[in-house]
């Protein structure tokens, strides 16, 4: 099995929400940070969210503060995303990645170990 497997994502209307939910296994179980990026096309992959594996510590990017949010389901090594008052500008894939450490380059996408599958996104207007 992947270390990390996606699911959620789909078509909604402006204003909808959505819930994308990111499973770890294997060597991602035990991973100290889980970030949520995204990617539309013809742009950079950008961090979105993130939470440490005690759901203590969590981050946002400023373009979805209050309306993302990051939780963590310990039991199922399960972490969550929900998306709520969608807009346009939310539409790209979306990917779960996990890094053993939390440093200064969390943002950046070569900070991570391992990846999720990518989940397709799209905010109809």
């Known amino acids: 099995q992947a270390p990390l497997v996606q699911s959620g994502g789909g078509l909604v209307q402006v204003g909808g929400s959505l819930r994308l939910s990111c499973v770890a296994s294997g060597g991602a179980v035990n991973s100290f940070f889980t970030a949520w990026f995204r990617q539309a096309p013809g742009l950079e992959r950008e961090i979105v969210a993130g939470?440490?594996?005690?759901?203590?510590?969590?981050f946002y990017g400023d373009h979805v503060k209050g309306r993302f949010t990051a939780s963590r389901d310990k039991a199922n090594n399960t972490v969550y995303r929900q998306m709520d008052n969608l807009k346009p500008e939310d539409t790209a894939d979306y990917y779960c990645?996990?890094?053993?450490?939390?440093?200064?380059?969390?943002?950046?996408?070569?900070?991570?170990?391992?990846w999720g599958q990518g989940t397709q996104v799209t905010v109809a207007s």
């Open positions: 939470i440490s594996k005690s759901g203590g510590t969590t």
């Open positions: 990645a996990t890094s053993n450490t939390l440093g200064a380059s969390y943002s950046q996408a070569s900070h991570y170990d391992y």
